[in-house]
């Protein structure tokens, strides 16, 4: 079971950054693999040391290793195959236009980066017969149990699903004495819940600016890539700055790029078997359509580092 929210300890761990070496050794032998594969896996300028930790990030409170792909594949990590090869999203609640991100653009988001088939399921009333609620003591919202949430999916879940992920703008909680989460996923049945209700402004009190929707849409295609990543049983990197870092608050989560560095991308690509140019051609699209201009020039200077040009 997987939780997401924030934890606070009283000491930190010291985490120590990886060297030339380990990060050779975590990405693997490429050998084998074919040009543009190995071009896409060679790290170049593109991709950013991972930060050093500050009190309260996520590396000062969790002890974690890291997983090279040799370990990921060595797991028997979760694939798609037979007829389990869908991603379907679940929304649960309203989705106003301007409080909530567009679900045809997380559809769409979701397709780019697991080069899959996906679906939007029918909306889901938060019906209180079907689901536990209760109204926050500090932010006075109504709460969703998260854990009703996953019998939910795990009841209705469609026969050739791979993974199944509510979306949605209510705020989740995952037990009586937790303030709140931000998602919950079992990642052996391939079931899970993500609210984006505080990554809104407004959720603090704070009035929505210009930018708020792309604000907002950003935040939401980051925590649906990293969350749907790790029912392909990734875990978290701690080689580069990646989209698969832990994150413990809400600048940490801004902070992070939303594209896979080399060790993560190999594992994704060994699970899905997709064509990497391809891949990286349809990312451009999404980031074009939806005008996230910078995340496309990147992903255009990546595809030129694969092809050469």
Known sequence: MCVCGYVAYRHYMAFRMPDHREIAQAIGDTKGLSLFLRRALTPGDDFEPIPAPHPGDWLSVHQEPGQGFQEFAGSNPRRPGGRKNRI?????????????????MLRD???????????VLPRAEVNTNRFTTRINPVTRNRQVLSLDVLVYLRQNMPKDAF?????????????????????????????????????????????????????????????????????????????????????????????????????????????????????YQKIFHFHRTYDFDREAQWVNRRLEHIMGT
């Open 163 to 279: 993974c199944v992920l509510a979306v949605t703008m209510e705020d989740l909680y995952p037990e009586e004495d937790w303030n709140f989460v931000f998602g919950q996923a079992s990642l052996k049945t391939g079931v899970g819940v993500f609210s984006f209700a505080r990554y809104d402004p407004a959720f603090y009190g704070y009035t929505r600016g210009r930018d708020c929707e792309r604000l907002l849409s950003m935040r939401s295609c980051k925590v649906l890539v990293h969350e749907i990543s790790h029912m392909f049983s990734l875990a978290h990197c701690t080689f580069f700055h990646c989209l698969m870092n832990g994150s413990n608050h809400l600048a940490e989560s801004d902070a992070r790029p939303i594209h896979l560095c080399p060790v993560c991308l190999r594992k994704l690509q060994y699970s899905v078997g997709f064509n990497v140019v391809e891949y």
């Open 109 to 119: 988001c979701a397709a780019a980066y697991f080069m899959m088939d996906v679906f």
């Open 88 to 104: 379907y999203l679940a929304p649960l609640g309203e989705f106003a236009e301007d409080a909530g991100p567009r679900l045809d």
